[in-house]
């Protein structure tokens, strides 16, 4: 992860606030993509292309995380840097990279990759992109290779696989009125500390929550609405025991995928102050 990147588009990001991070004050993985959205308005003065898009759909999404940024204090302690680039723009989709920088080392901390579908607002069918925007993408092209090269296979949870169930609310939605992609992290984040509290998993014995989540791999195939019932599903990977797979369901539908990898090794518990 330590990978150096120029100086170029960077943003600085505000120190993260505590409402973001979790019961042990880490910053969990559903906070990182949140702590990502407080650079979008300054990306956005610098001529990031996304304004010219009226309704994208995020389809994929792949990180890649250093353990130091679950790390008690880090974030909070450390100036950290957003960079934006552009992998890859096809005829209706497009794929960006969120790189988090270290700015003491320059180093990079945290990669995501999200794959977007350009969205006709009235048949709500893929639409090509606009060209505005793919000659605009150009100046923000990356210079590393996408890390979304394929489709994810399906996730079938096993007979003895964990079930968790989640109630969606209102503050769960976005301006699309469905379920904010970001809060399908925190569904899977949930399902994983009661699993792992329960005894299901092998190796994580306490709230896994105490771990970092070095990789992801997540498919979005369909929408949820308020007042529903979900139901989450999570089970291990029978050879590597850091794979930790969930899917979500709506009723009979798939809505919602994943592949984590989570580290061996506890964060230090931050120390919480009492009123």
């Known amino acids: 992860m330590g990978t150096k990147t120029n100086l170029l588009q960077l943003v600085s990001l505000p120190r993260p606030t505590w409402v973001i991070l979790d019961r042990f004050g880490h910053l969990p993985f559903d906070g990182t993509i949140k702590f990502l959205w407080e650079g979008y308005p300054e990306m956005i003065k610098q001529g990031f292309p996304t304004k010219l898009i009226q309704k994208a759909f995020t389809v994929r999404e792949k990180a890649v ?38 700015s003491s080392t320059m180093g990079r901390i945290f990669r ?89 998993y092998r190796h994580y014995d306490d709230d896994i929550c105490r771990l970092p989540v070095l990789k992801t791999d997540v498919s979005f195939i ?11 599903y999570s089970w291990q990977d029978t050879q590597n025991q850091q794979r930790i797979y969930f899917a979500i369901y709506l009723k009979s539908d ?22």
């Open 65 to 102: 995380c250093s353990p130091q940024l679950h790390e008690k204090g880090f974030p909070e302690n450390n100036d950290i840097f957003l960079h934006a680039s552009v992998p890859n723009v096809g005829t209706t989709s497009y794929s960006i990279f969120h790189d988090l920088i270290d």
């Open 222 to 232: 369909g929408e949820s609405p308020p007042c529903s019932n979900l139901d989450v």
């Open 254 to 275: 798939r809505i919602f995928q994943a592949d984590y990898l989570y580290g061996c090794e506890k964060s230090d518990e931050a120390i919480v102050s009492k009123l």
């Open 112 to 200: 995501i990759e999200t794959k977007m579908v350009n969205i006709d607002p009235e048949t709500r069918r893929p639409s090509k992109l606009p060209t505005a925007f793919v000659e605009e993408c150009t100046k923000f092209a990356s210079s590393d290779p996408a890390m979304i090269t394929d489709v994810q296979e399906e996730f079938v949870p096993p007979k003895n696989a964990f079930k968790s169930i989640i109630r969606t609310r209102y503050s769960d939605l976005d301006i699309n009125l469905h379920v904010n992609y970001a809060q399908y992290y925190k569904f899977c984040a949930d399902c994983a500390s009661e699993a792992s509290q329960s005894g299901y």
